[in-house]
């Protein structure tokens, strides 16, 4: 298969500790998308990579969130102190442009925070 | 308020009826996607309207963005358990496609009793 993968699919975390997720886009990809959907709402944008530039963030992503894609490939959003708040889906999205502008979603992780 | 609202919020259907959900903006469309999610999972790209008046067909599934490029509809023929789940619609609203961000819509919860 070689859609967006995301890992891990589950994260239980206490709170006051750091998590990290990993997403690997579609090969070629040069697009990369973080969003953020919490129960019974539509993912709500986050971030977003053009190659290895960050190139926008969401005032969502306050300063206890980075997000890295080092090499233009594979990304990481990391998530510092998490907050019972902070538990949701978090889903990264990849595209190619300027072939295509569609995003093609990875199955999510979903974070709990107790 | 919500910048594209979906209706209806959920919608129970028996199989083989028809069905119609629709995703309605403040703010024109340049590019307008239907998502499907099931519980707890990613988002699977069904389709892509960008021209008033466009009209795509998948299988059992056709999608409709207005002339006005302000509305979508999404309508299933003969719907079968296999097309339960979450309908999203998702669209770049700000910037004219810029960044390609998407914003969603809550969702449209599906269910088709056998």
């Known amino acids: 298969d070689t859609g967006v993968s995301q890992d891990p699919r589950h994260k239980i975390t206490k709170r006051g500790q750091n998590v990290t997720f990993r997403c690997d886009p579609i090969?070629?990809?040069?697009?990369l998308y973080w969003y953020r959907q919490t129960l019974g709402q539509g993912p709500e944008f986050l971030t977003y990579?053009?190659?290895?530039?960050?190139?926008?963030k969401s005032r969502l992503l306050s300063d206890r969130f980075s997000a890295e894609r080092p090499k233009g490939s594979f990304s990481t959003l990391e998530i510092q102190r998490t907050e019972q708040g902070d538990s949701a889906m978090y889903l990264c999205?990849?595209?190619?442009?300027?072939?295509?502008?569609?995003?093609?979603f990875g199955p999510g992780t979903r974070l709990t925070v107790l | 308020s919500q910048e594209l609202e979906q209706s209806p919020q959920s919608l129970i259907v028996q199989e083989g009826k028809n069905l119609t959900i629709n995703c309605t903006s403040s703010k024109t469309l340049y590019g307008l996607y239907w998502y499907k999610q099931k519980y707890g999972e990613g988002l699977i790209f069904l389709m892509m309207?960008?021209?008033?008046?466009e009209e795509k067909s998948h299988e059992k599934i056709t999608a409709k963005l207005d002339e006005k490029k302000q509305q979508s509809s999404l309508h299933i023929t003969a719907s079968q358990p296999s097309h339960a789940g979450i309908y999203l619609c998702g669209a770049d609203i700000r910037s004219g496609g810029s960044n390609y961000k998407l914003t969603f819509g809550k969702g449209t919860l599906l269910t088709v009793n056998p």
């Open positions: 090969s070629e990809h040069n697009r």
């Open positions: 999205a990849s595209t190619l442009l300027p072939s295509t502008d569609t995003q093609y």
């Open positions: 990579f053009q190659n290895e530039a960050q190139l926008e």
């Open positions: 309207l960008q021209k008033g008046g």
